[in-house]
Each structure stands twice: as structure tokens, then as C-alpha cells.
């Protein structure tokens, strides 16, 4: 073929030879060659570079004979030969291009001589029937995706020489097995073997000091992973999908554990997150379905959205005293969890965060949370007993939904939805109050059970007479609990009311001598609300009221108004 024949194009300044292989002017470089060329091509002795693409797509090429003269080929250079088997590459070539092999699905066999110090970005990405690869002491750098996807790749060695190794190198090398990499190396690069399925076992060099996004996602055969004392960071998803490893050890040196890092570690039933961890990112133990116990170090502020979402098996978590933030869905789907100690630091609850777990069997909100989020606790139905400490500012919907918790005392300033932050079997009760008033007649009651039927919408608790006693009972045991247990009590007066405190042996009289004796121990006691119902307020005042401030209800107009100051006052907060 050396003695084939040539045509020069005075326009591009380019040879062509007679099989339309186009070439620099000095003839040193192979420019392009039709991609319909078929069979066997030999490159002329005088080309020292192949070009980028000069082979490019020349898929019915199937053998490549290179002469020693050459000394680099260029990117993609024989990219997507798809019927190429084998090319041996002479010893004066000292660099791979980006691309240079890829897609080349035939090629089984390729001698990587020791004059060579880099293989650059996807050389031999795509190369599917690659099963062994021998690279040489020379070689310094393995570029990004340079053995992607060579599916049949199972062995390869790596020389000490090399110091660097490429994001995705290795992934989707789904028959790989094992593989060392040099003592050189100070990071493992993002989805350095990911989906590399047959890989068992894998030794993290002592210098690594970060372990890179995705590096062995998907290696569903490893079972065991050393991480050295030299590593700072575990990146996201790093062992995403490894459903075969059954132990981790977290070095005292790492401060970072990435989103989704150990997400799917189906075996994975213990691990110790060390001190010295400051992040934990989304999702980093979700679906660890074998993981029993997790306590969160000091050093944690905040578990991340779904951190241990669906972790099965989870029965015990322990909260440290630095966290302020419990995601969303961290704990959802824990369905043994039955124990959680949630420290008095935390101060919001996110939506879903321990949703439907379905052994949890109390939880015990500390004073300083402000937040309970949508849904927190939902479909949780052995929770029956929750207390909402003065601290939590909202509620939001569905938060108990599903927690048959048959009452809940609700501070005032609470905001939650009446009709579905707790289930429909719960009564919320804001505030709880008694009423003290004397049965004037059928329309005077009448219109105090209105007052105290209003009020049990608003959720207040109201324990009244005309649904409590009954035949049998002791009314003075009744007044003594009514107004023992009331948070506040509300003094309906009028003439008779007035008239009775002052009789011997009327209950109200009763009533009286104890909330005065409650006001002789705490003169600025502030329990008591007075409210005219029938005035003036000088007829109907008891002895020692006389100079407290009262609401009026004598207007039944201005009723609506009155009972939004009554709220009001019982709650303690400016406006409703």
C-alpha cells in the first residue's frame, strides 16, 4: 500500500490517496478515511498522527495496521469502528486521545504499549467485548469514562505510576471483579465503578481523602469496604444500591456523609456514625432495611430530609442535643420503630418525618419545638397519648391523622386545621374552664349552656353542671373539681347570683368561699373572669369582686363581640 497513488487538492492543501484517505499536506498526518472503507487499512509509514475522527465511524473496518512511525492519535479517532478486533499500537505512541476507541463493540483485544502516560476521557468507553486490558508502568492518567460500559471487561491492572483516575472510569464494567489501584491516589472520582455489579471486594487506597458522588453505586456484589483514616468525605450516593454490604466502618477522620450515600444497603445492619461528622445529607440511610439501632452525634444539626426513610427494621434512634431540624420523611416507614428520644434542641418537625410508623408507641414533644409539619406522625396508630408543649407555633395537616389519641391539650397560640391536623376521633381542647353561675330560672340556664356550647366549639373545655351532675352525685365535690382542675373560671353574674353568694348553704356561696380562699393565697390571680349578664354591676357583684374588671354580656346584640373577648381573655392572646 506504500506504493499506492496520490492526488493533491490545491484548495484544501490535503493528499488523497486511491482509497479517499485524505491527508496533511506534509503527509504525516491521516486526516480522514471514508467511512464505506471496508477490510484492512495500513497506514503509510510516513504518518506520524492519526487526527481526531480519521477513522470515525468506519464501521466495516476491520483490521488497522499502524506504523512504528507514529508517535499520537487523536480524539475519536477510530470512534464507533464497530467491526475492529484487535490493533496493536507501536511503542512511540505516548498518548491516547479523548474517545479514541469508543464504541468500538468488536474490539477484543489491544496492546497498550509502555511508551504511553495518558489514556484519555472515553478511549475505550463502549468497547464491549473488552475482556482484559494490561496497562503499562509508564501510564500516569486514566481519563474520565475511559473504560465505561466495556461490559465484559472482568480484569484489569493499574501500575503504581498512575496518580490519577477519571470520574466514571470503570462504571457500568458490570463483569469486573476486582481491581487494585495505586498506593498514589488521594481521591476516588464520582461514579468511579458505578454499576460495576460483580465487584466483591475493594480496598480504598491510605491516601484517599474523598470517596466522589456515586463512586460505587449500583455494586451489588460488594460485601466488604475498608475506608481509611485518610478519608474526609463520603460523596452522594457513593454506595447507593451496594445491596450485599453488611458492614461499614466510618472513620473518626470523615465530616461529611453524602445525600442517598449508603441509600438501598439492604444487608447493611450496623453503623456507627462517628463524632466527627457535621452532615449527613438527604436520603444517606433510606432503605437500609436491616439497620436496628442509629444514634445521631453531637456534631449533627440537622437529619436531612428521608436520612433513614424506609429503614424496616430501625427500632431505636437517639437524637443528640445539636439537632434542630428533623426532615421530611427522615423516619417515614420505620415500621418497627417503636423508641425515640428527641432532644430539647429540636425545633422543627418536618412533613412526613415519622409517617407511618407503625410501632411507635408515644413520643414525647420537648418544650422548644415550633414547628410539627404536615403529616409528621400520620397513619402512627399507636400513639395515643401526644402533649403539645407552649412552644409550637403551627400544626400542620394530617400531623396526627391516624394516631387514635382521644384528647389533646392544645396551647392557645397553636395554629393548626380544626378539621384534620388530628384524627376525627380526638377532641382538642385549648383551654379548659368552669363556669360559676346560679339558676335563675329555664331561660337563665338556658342561655349559660348556650355560652358554654359556643365555647366547646372554640375548643374549650368547659366542665358545667348541666352535663356532669347527676342523681346520686356530690355537688360539692363538683364545685370542688370544677374549679381545682379549671385552667381559668368564668363568673357569670347577675342580682341572684349576688344574692346566693351571700346565702349560707347555696352553692354559689360554696363556690365563692373557695375561689376567694384561691385569691387569699394569690391576691394577683388572674383564673377568674368575671362576666355581667344581668346588671348593674353593683347589684350583682359579689363581696370582694368589686374591683376587678369585668366583660358585658348584657347586650344579647353585641353577644358575638363578647364571646371573642371572652376567648380572648381565656387564651391570653391579642386577637384570635
Given at each position: 500500500m506504500e506504493d499506492r497513488s496520490w492526488t493533491f487538492d490545491e484548495e484544501t492543501q490535503e493528499w488523497e490517496d486511491e482509497f479517499g484517505a485524505r491527508y496533511s499536506e506534509d503527509k504525516k498526518t491521516i486526516l480522514h478515511c471514508p467511512e464505506d472503507y471496508e477490510g484492512r487499512f495500513v497506514i503509510p509509514y510516513s504518518v506520524t498522527s492519526i487526527g481526531d475522527?480519521?477513522?470515525?465511524?468506519?464501521?466495516?473496518?476491520?483490521?488497522?495496521?499502524?506504523?512504528?512511525?507514529l508517535t499520537s492519535i487523536g480524539k475519536e479517532a477510530f470512534g464507533s469502528c464497530s467491526r475492529l478486533e484487535e490493533i496493536k499500537i507501536p511503542d512511540s505512541v505516548t498518548s491516547l486521545g479523548d474517545s479514541v476507541f469508543q464504541r468500538c463493540s468488536s474490539l477484543e483485544k489491544i496492546g497498550i504499549p509502555n511508551s504511553v502516560t495518558r489514556i484519555g476521557k472515553e478511549a475505550f468507553s463502549g468497547c464491549s467485548n473488552l475482556e482484559k486490558i494490561w496497562t503499562p508502568n509508564s501510564l500516569s492518567s486514566i481519563g474520565d469514562g475511559a473504560f465505561h460500559d466495556c461490559s465484559?471487561?472482568?480484569?484489569?491492572?493499574?501500575?503504581?505510576?498512575v496518580i490519577s483516575i477519571g470520574n466514571s472510569a470503570f462504571s457500568e464494567c458490570s463483569r469486573l471483579k476486582k481491581i487494585e489501584i495505586p498506593n498514589s491516589l488521594s481521591s476516588i472520582g464520582q461514579m468511579l465503578f458505578s454499576g460495576c455489579s460483580s465487584l466483591e471486594e475493594f480496598k480504598i487506597p491510605n491516601l484517599v481523602t474523598s470517596i466522589g458522588d456515586g463512586a460505587f453505586q449500583r455494586c451489588s456484589c460488594l460485601k466488604k469496604i475498608w475506608i481509611p483514616d485518610s478519608v474526609i468525605s463520603i460523596g452522594k450516593k457513593a454506595f447507593s444500591g451496594c445491596s450485599?454490604?453488611?458492614?461499614?466502618?466510618?472513620?473518626?477522620?470523615?465530616?461529611?456523609?453524602?445525600?442517598?450515600a449508603f441509600s438501598g444497603c439492604s444487608r447493611l445492619d450496623g453503623i456507627k456514625i462517628p463524632d466527627s461528622v457535621s452532615f449527613v445529607g438527604e436520603g444517606a440511610f433510606q432503605r437500609c432495611?436491616?439497620?436496628?439501632?442509629?444514634?445521631?452525634?453531637?456534631?449533627?444539626?440537622?437529619?436531612?430530609?428521608?436520612?433513614?426513610?424506609?429503614c424496616s427494621n430501625l427500632e431505636i434512634v437517639r437524637i443528640?442535643?445539636?439537632?434542630?431540624?428533623?426532615?421530611?420523611?427522615?423516619?417515614?416507614?420505620c415500621s418497627k420503630l417503636n423508641n425515640v428520644e428527641i432532644s430539647k434542641s429540636v425545633k422543627t418537625i418536618d412533613d412526613y418525618a415519622f409517617a407511618w410508623c407503625s410501632s411507635l408507641k408515644g413520643i414525647n414533644i420537648p418544650e422548644g419545638i415550633t414547628k410539627i409539619g404536615k403529616s409528621a406522625f400520620y397513619e402512627c396508630p399507636k400513639i395515643r397519648k401526644i402533649e403539645i408543649p407552649k412552644s409550637v407555633e403551627e400544626i400542620g395537616h394530617e400531623a396526627f391523622w391516624g394516631c387514635p389519641i382521644k384528647?389533646?391539650?392544645?396551647?392557645?397560640?397553636?395554629?393548626?386545621?380544626?378539621?384534620?391536623?388530628?384524627?376525627?376521633?380526638?377532641?382538642?381542647?385549648?383551654?379548659?374552664?368552669?363556669?360559676?353561675?346560679?339558676?335563675?330560672?329555664?331561660?337563665?340556664?338556658?342561655?349559660v349552656k348556650k355560652?358554654?356550647?359556643?365555647?366547646?366549639?372554640?375548643?374549650?373545655y368547659v366542665i358545667f353542671d348541666q352535663w356532669e351532675l347527676s342523681p346520686?352525685?356530690?355537688?360539692?365535690?363538683?364545685?370542688?373539681?370544677?374549679?381545682?382542675?379549671?385552667?381559668?373560671?368564668?363568673?357569670?353574674?347577675?342580682?341572684?347570683?349576688?344574692?346566693?353568694?351571700?346565702?349560707?348553704?347555696?352553692?354559689?356561696?360554696?363556690?365563692?368561699?373557695?375561689?376567694?380562699?384561691?385569691?387569699?393565697?394569690?391576691?394577683?390571680?388572674?383564673?377568674?373572669?368575671?362576666?355581667?349578664?344581668?346588671?348593674?354591676?353593683?347589684?350583682?357583684?359579689?363581696?370582694?369582686?368589686?374591683?376587678?374588671?369585668?366583660?358585658?354580656?348584657?347586650?344579647?346584640?353585641?353577644?358575638?363581640?363578647?364571646?371573642?373577648?371572652l376567648l380572648r381573655e381565656i387564651f391570653k392572646v391579642d386577637r384570635l
Amino acid at each position: 500500500m506504500e506504493d499506492r497513488s496520490w492526488t493533491f487538492d490545491e484548495e484544501t492543501q490535503e493528499w488523497e490517496d486511491e482509497f479517499g484517505a485524505r491527508y496533511s499536506e506534509d503527509k504525516k498526518t491521516i486526516l480522514h478515511c471514508p467511512e464505506d472503507y471496508e477490510g484492512r487499512f495500513v497506514i503509510p509509514y510516513s504518518v506520524t498522527s492519526i487526527g481526531d475522527r480519521a477513522f470515525w465511524r468506519c464501521s466495516r473496518l476491520e483490521e488497522i495496521k499502524i506504523p512504528n512511525s507514529l508517535t499520537s492519535i487523536g480524539k475519536e479517532a477510530f470512534g464507533s469502528c464497530s467491526r475492529l478486533e484487535e490493533i496493536k499500537i507501536p511503542d512511540s505512541v505516548t498518548s491516547l486521545g479523548d474517545s479514541v476507541f469508543q464504541r468500538c463493540s468488536s474490539l477484543e483485544k489491544i496492546g497498550i504499549p509502555n511508551s504511553v502516560t495518558r489514556i484519555g476521557k472515553e478511549a475505550f468507553s463502549g468497547c464491549s467485548n473488552l475482556e482484559k486490558i494490561w496497562t503499562p508502568n509508564s501510564l500516569s492518567s486514566i481519563g474520565d469514562g475511559a473504560f465505561h460500559d466495556c461490559s465484559r471487561l472482568e480484569k484489569i491492572w493499574i501500575p503504581e505510576s498512575v496518580i490519577s483516575i477519571g470520574n466514571s472510569a470503570f462504571s457500568e464494567c458490570s463483569r469486573l471483579k476486582k481491581i487494585e489501584i495505586p498506593n498514589s491516589l488521594s481521591s476516588i472520582g464520582q461514579m468511579l465503578f458505578s454499576g460495576c455489579s460483580s465487584l466483591e471486594e475493594f480496598k480504598i487506597p491510605n491516601l484517599v481523602t474523598s470517596i466522589g458522588d456515586g463512586a460505587f453505586q449500583r455494586c451489588s456484589c460488594l460485601k466488604k469496604i475498608w475506608i481509611p483514616d485518610s478519608v474526609i468525605s463520603i460523596g452522594k450516593k457513593a454506595f447507593s444500591g451496594c445491596s450485599n454490604i453488611e458492614k461499614v466502618r466510618i472513620p473518626n477522620s470523615v465530616t461529611s456523609i453524602g445525600k442517598e450515600a449508603f441509600s438501598g444497603c439492604s444487608r447493611l445492619d450496623g453503623i456507627k456514625i462517628p463524632d466527627s461528622v457535621s452532615f449527613v445529607g438527604e436520603g444517606a440511610f433510606q432503605r437500609c432495611s436491616r439497620l436496628k439501632k442509629i444514634k445521631i452525634p453531637d456534631t449533627v444539626t440537622n437529619i436531612r430530609d428521608r436520612a433513614f426513610h424506609k429503614c424496616s427494621n430501625l427500632e431505636i434512634v437517639r437524637i443528640s442535643e445539636s439537632v434542630t431540624n428533623i426532615g421530611k420523611e427522615a423516619f417515614a416507614k420505620c415500621s418497627k420503630l417503636n423508641n425515640v428520644e428527641i432532644s430539647k434542641s429540636v425545633k422543627t418537625i418536618d412533613d412526613y418525618a415519622f409517617a407511618w410508623c407503625s410501632s411507635l408507641k408515644g413520643i414525647n414533644i420537648p418544650e422548644g419545638i415550633t414547628k410539627i409539619g404536615k403529616s409528621a406522625f400520620y397513619e402512627c396508630p399507636k400513639i395515643r397519648k401526644i402533649e403539645i408543649p407552649k412552644s409550637v407555633e403551627e400544626i400542620g395537616h394530617e400531623a396526627f391523622w391516624g394516631c387514635p389519641i382521644k384528647e389533646v391539650h392544645l396551647p392557645p397560640t397553636t395554629n393548626y386545621y380544626s378539621n384534620d391536623s388530628f384524627d376525627e376521633v380526638t377532641k382538642v381542647v385549648r383551654a379548659k374552664v368552669s363556669i360559676s353561675y346560679s339558676w335563675d330560672d329555664d331561660e337563665h340556664k338556658a342561655w349559660v349552656k348556650k355560652l358554654a356550647e359556643d365555647l366547646q366549639k372554640k375548643d374549650v373545655y368547659v366542665i358545667f353542671d348541666q352535663w356532669e351532675l347527676s342523681p346520686g352525685k356530690l355537688i360539692p365535690n363538683f364545685i370542688e373539681r370544677s374549679i381545682v382542675e379549671a385552667e381559668r373560671v368564668i363568673l357569670i353574674m347577675t342580682p341572684s347570683y349576688k344574692k346566693k353568694s351571700e346565702k349560707k348553704g347555696a352553692g354559689v356561696q360554696y363556690e365563692i368561699s373557695i375561689i376567694k380562699n384561691e385569691l387569699f393565697k394569690n391576691i394577683s390571680s388572674d383564673k377568674f373572669i368575671p362576666i355581667l349578664r344581668i346588671g348593674p354591676q353593683t347589684q350583682a357583684c359579689p363581696n370582694g369582686f368589686e374591683n376587678r374588671l369585668y366583660l358585658d354580656f348584657t347586650k344579647d346584640e353585641s353577644y358575638d363581640n363578647s364571646l371573642g373577648l371572652l376567648l380572648r381573655e381565656i387564651f391570653k392572646v391579642d386577637r384570635l
